[in-house]
């Protein structure tokens, strides 16, 4: 899977004969698995159409700071924020002249202030405009301001002059792009997740089971990838396809994902356990369907206690670093700590499961890092850009904890 697989890169687009090949950077990047919005300055649309872009993007192009119709699609500061790294290409010497001076005169310039994202510019420009002194002192600035330099490429120029100047090739620039979602944070090490609901069965129709969809393990799953882990999910029922290059093993209840999980415990370096594990299921599941009974109106069905999977993995010999969730519906921190000391856990990762748009079945999270020293919040984000976020915090912390 190529690690620019679903991030949202903004590609900006300067006036230079170079623009014509950030058709084919658009394209490629989408070949890999990105997705892709353009912003154009001015003097790029005397060189390539938005038209151009809109179609290969298949997104609108924005191209005007102070358009009511295109703010009322996407406002400038939200499209600041969407992208995941922002790449100018061509970068001509006066928009780096204007972005080491901080302007934000066009739309362009005023994303780079605004944006949250990485910035990379590939320059493209006259060797004599890019030997000058000015240009020259520009980029060591922006350098300094942790912006990349992409290039530029040495050879023949359109003008006819031979040296440095020439935009990257598109294959160079789309490289680049991957390697900065290459963290290799996790790299060779064995991961396992738990995720999703367990249902505990009643009868052969009827189940006993919670509200989570499986996102949050998911999204795990696929970030601990992008770090280079060789990671495995254990499953209960989802509707979510398997992250690529991700093993996953299916299971129903909580007793089926306590055997999976601790036929794997002393086998991997991490674990992490994301699922809602019911903690109780019947004591008895009837073979049959249960008929209902015409001389009651309630039904008593007797629960017995599951085992704690995250428990028994952390107790295990040779126990891998353990990661809990917490879901928590009042004093989070309070609860999540002694989660963290009951189950002897390296950290946990709790979510108040009382706030709308967070935490079951919701595309977003918001959660508090919670270790032996300290805690952390982290603000509300997707579950993709917060799993990338937790990776950080659990590579971190593995890496100080291991021998
Ligand atoms: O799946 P989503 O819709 O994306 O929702 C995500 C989530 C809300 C389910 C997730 O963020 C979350 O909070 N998961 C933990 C839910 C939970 O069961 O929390 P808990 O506080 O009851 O359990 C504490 C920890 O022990 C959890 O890591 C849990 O996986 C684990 N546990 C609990 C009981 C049990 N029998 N075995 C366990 O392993």
Known sequence: ?????????????????????????????????????????????????????????GNPVHTELLDPEAEAGMGHIELARWGDLLIVAPASADFIARLAQGQGNDLLSTLCLARRSKLAIAPAMNQAMYANSSTQDNLSLLEQRDIAIWGPAVGSQACGDVGPGRMLEVDELVDKAAAQFQSGLLAGKRVVITAGPTREAIDPVRYISNHSSGKMGYALAQACVEAGAICE??????????????????????????????????????????????????????????????????????????????????????????????????????????????????????????????????????????????????????????????VEEISKRYNKSAP
């Open 1 to 57: 899977m190529s690690s620019l697989q679903n991030k949202q890169i903004l590609v900006g687009i300067t006036g230079g004969i170079a623009a014509y090949k950030s058709a084919e950077l658009v394209r490629r990047l989408q070949d890999q698995g990105a997705e892709v919005r353009v912003v154009m300055t001015k003097a790029a649309m005397e060189f390539i159409t938005p038209l151009t872009l809109q179609a290969l993007s």
């Open 233 to 390: 999910l254990i499953s209960g029922p989802t509707q979510l396809a398997t992250p690529p290059h991700c093993q996953r093993q299916d299971v129903e209840s909580a007793l089926e994902m306590h055997a999976a999980a601790m036929s794997r415990s002393n086998d991997c370096d991490i674990f992490i356990a994301t699922a809602a594990v019911a903690d109780f299921r019947p004591v008895h599941s009837a073979d049959q369907k249960i008929k209902k009974q015409a001389d009651s109106d309630t039904m008593i069905i007797e629960m017995v206690k599951n085992p704690d999977i995250l428990a028994d993995v952390a107790s295990s010999e040779h126990a891998p670093f353990c990661v809990g969730f917490a879901a928590e519906t009042q004093d989070v921190e309070h609860y999540a700590r002694s989660k963290l000391e009951k189950k002897n856990l390296a950290m946990v990762i709790a979510n108040d499961v009382s706030q709308q748009g967070i935490g079951f079945n919701s595309d977003d999270n918001q959660v508090l890092v919670v270790d032996h020293e300290s805690s952390s919040a982290i603000e509300k984000l997707s579950k993709t850009a917060l799993a990338r976020r937790l």
